[in-house]
T-cell receptor, first 113, second 117 residues
Framework: KQEVTQIPAALSVPEGENLVLNCSFT??????LQWFRQDPGKGLTSLLL?????REQTSGRLNASLDKSSGRSTLYIAASQPGDSATYLC????????????FGEGTQLTVNP | DADVTQTPRNRITKTGKRIMLECSQT?????MYWYRQDPGLGLRLIYY???????NKGEISDGYSVSRQAQAKFSLSLESAIPNQTALYFC????????????????FGPGTRLTVL
């Protein structure tokens, strides 16, 4: 059974700092990996999707990398802002599961002004 | 208007009551999903549907049922609600043949907060 782990569970940083969120998964036979953002009491917003054949994806100040063989992904946030404060969720879609996602528990990020 | 909508947004009910949560989407996606989110457990898949005639159980389907009334509508029912079904419920959609943001990106609704007393 696929298991997804996110470290750290919570992170507090000053504004302007560059930071890295980590995601690991136990079964490397994945189809894609997605990073989501969740604001308190709100739904999930897709940030980046990396196909299994890709090594990284970038969107603005966000960069996500994927090392499928080692079962790891990182989300890099450059020049963090208070508006980046949210919970960041990693989810993997396995090759044999169709479109079903297995989620990690998330990293709660606080960026202090 | 939001692409994926859920009704109601909040619901408080009593043990034993039948509850229906509804999801509608305007994205034209064939695939739809129901998840629940619990503190410390993350999001878990309840049911998913790849088209109107294709409905499948997810990781935690016991105590739940679904109906795919049309491509755009996917409802989740709790036949006899119990307190441990208190959670935040999310509907999502995806298109495995989409391009742009990434094939099969899942788009989530705003969630329904359900409390069973």
């Amino acid at each position: 059974k696929q298991e997804v782990t996110q470290i750290p569970a919570a992170l507090s940083v000053p504004e302007g700092e560059n930071l890295v969120l980590n995601c690991s998964f136990t079964d490397s036979a994945i189809y894609n990996l997605q990073w989501f953002r969740q604001d308190p009491g709100k739904g999930l917003t897709s940030l980046l999707l990396i196909q299994s054949s890709q090594r990284e994806q970038t969107s603005g100040r966000l960069n996500a990398s994927l090392d499928k063989s080692s079962g790891r992904s990182t989300l890099y946030i450059a020049a963090s802002q208070p508006g980046d404060s949210a919970t960041y969720l990693c989810a993997v879609c396995e090759e044999t599961s169709g479109s079903r996602l297995t989620f990690g528990e998330g990293t709660q990020l606080t960026v202090n002004p | 208007d939001a692409d994926v909508t859920q009704t109601p947004r909040n619901r408080i009910t009593k043990t034993g009551k039948r509850i229906m949560l509804e999801c509608s989407q305007t994205k034209g996606h064939d695939r739809m999903y129901w998840y629940r989110q619990d503190p410390g457990l993350g999001l878990r898949l309840i049911y998913y549907s790849f088209d109107v005639k294709d409905i499948n159980k997810g990781e935690i389907s016991d105590g739940y049922s679904v109906s795919r009334q049309a491509q755009a509508k996917f409802s989740l029912s709790l036949e006899s609600a119990i307190p441990n079904q208190t959670a935040l419920y999310f509907c999502a959609t995806s298109d495995p043949f989409s391009e742009g943001e990434g094939t099969d990106t899942q788009y989530f609704g705003p969630g329904t907060r359900l409390t069973v007393l």
